[in-house]
């Protein structure tokens, strides 16, 4: 019967152990996930920031390949450039 008992008490010690790994595994990949997004978030907004200055790059360019002053018609069609 004792040896009953002590292969029990192992087995119930094991499922712990188990339900400790899992949790631990759990939070990590939570942790992990919301790393993730936040660099997401980052790297959005670092391209947001380089299309903007691509956009007043090209209008620069523009505006100093043109004299200053763009065709009419073009300012639609350079809208739909960038």
Do not use: N
Not at 44 to 70: I, N, T
Request: charged share 20%; aromatic share 6%.
């Amino acid at each position: 019967m004792k040896a009953v008992l002590e292969v029990t008490e192992l087995a119930q010690v094991e499922q712990v152990c188990l339900l400790g790994i899992w949790a631990f595994a759990f939070v990590l990949s939570w942790m992990f996930l919301e790393k993730l997004m936040a660099l997401c978030v980052q790297l959005e907004q670092q391209l947001s920031q380089v299309d903007q200055q691509r956009r007043r790059l090209l209008e620069a360019v523009l505006a100093e390949a043109l004299g200053g002053r763009l065709p009419s018609g073009q300012e639609e069609s350079h809208a739909a450039i960038v």
